[in-house]
Each structure stands twice: as structure tokens, then as C-alpha cells.
């Protein structure tokens, strides 16, 4: 698993200029789906869908589902959205709001899995939006 962090890394820097040289292997839970969705759902608003994967900001954490294989391509993709946001919470990228981070990680987990693994993800451009935007600020 360490290896394919660290590749996942350097695809990250590669593609992104961010820093990941002598960043630490966050750590990694994996859980069955309900407590996934009941971990995620205590420290953020309740999932829109199906949740396979998070980064915890507060402990530099991913959560996956206890279903991820590391020889399936989609979850490696997963583990590697939630690697850009590990990256970009080491890098002190400064976002208005967490849905900012989303912006870059959709994109890039979408090349990731065109150039590795030759799988096209067609993901709702419009449904990125909605969940890459801050919200309104109240007047």
C-alpha cells in the first residue's frame, strides 16, 4: 500500500506542482459501509450518494470503504481523490470552504483513471459543480 501511495504522490505532484517530497503516508482506516456513511455524517453534512472514501482534515486520516482493492482501478482512483486532499491540506492551499477542494480532485482522479488504467469516467459536470462551490455567504 505504501508503494502505490507513494506513486499516487508523485502523480499528484506531477500534475498539480503541489509538494509531496518527505510528506508522510497519512494514515488509513477501512470500515464497512454504514459506519463509513456515520463517521462522515458526524463531522459533515449527511452524503448526497453513495460514499466510498474521506479525508478527516482534523487527523490526517482517509477513511475507505473496507470493500476497496487495490487491484481495481476505481478504488485506486478513490484513494487517490482522497490523497489530493491530504496533499492540498500539507501544501496550506487556503479554500474559502471544504467543497473548494473538490475542484482539482474530480479532474484529476478522472485523468488518473484515463492515463493508468484506460477507464473513461464521465462524472455529472453539473453535480461537480454544485459540490465544488461554497455556499453562498448570508447577507
Known amino acids: 500500500m505504501k508503494e502505490l501511495i ?5 502523480f499528484i505532484s506531477t500534475e498539480t506542482g503541489y509538494n509531496t517530497n518527505n510528506l508522510e503516508v497519512p494514515q488509513i482506516h ?8 456515520a463517521k462522515y455524517t458526524k463531522e459533515n453534512s449527511p452524503p448526497g450518494n453513495d460514499l466510498f472514501a474521506f479525508y478527516d482534515l482534523e487527523h490526517d486520516a482517509i477513511y475507505l470503504r473496507d470493500t476497496w482493492n487495490i487491484h481495481s482501478p ?8 482522497e490523497l489530493i486532499h491530504y496533499v492540498q491540506d500539507k501544501n496550506n ?8 477542494m473538490e475542484q482539482q480532485a474530480w479532474p484529476l482522479q478522472k485523468k488518473y ?4 488504467h484506460g477507464v473513461t469516467w464521465d462524472y455529472d459536470k453539473l453535480w461537480h459543480l454544485l459540490i ?4 453562498p455567504n448570508p447577507l
Not at 93 to 100: K, N, Q
Not at 132 to 135: A, E, I, K, R, V
Open 93 to 100: 492551499v487556503v479554500f474559502r470552504c471544504t467543497a473548494e
Open 6 to 10: 507513494l506513486a499516487l504522490f508523485l
Open 132 to 135: 465544488s462551490t461554497c455556499p
Open 30 to 37: 477501512f470500515l464497512p459501509q454504514t459506519e463509513l456513511e
Open 74 to 81: 476505481w478504488s485506486k482512483s478513490v484513494l487517490l481523490h
Open 113 to 116: 483513471l484515463r492515463q493508468y
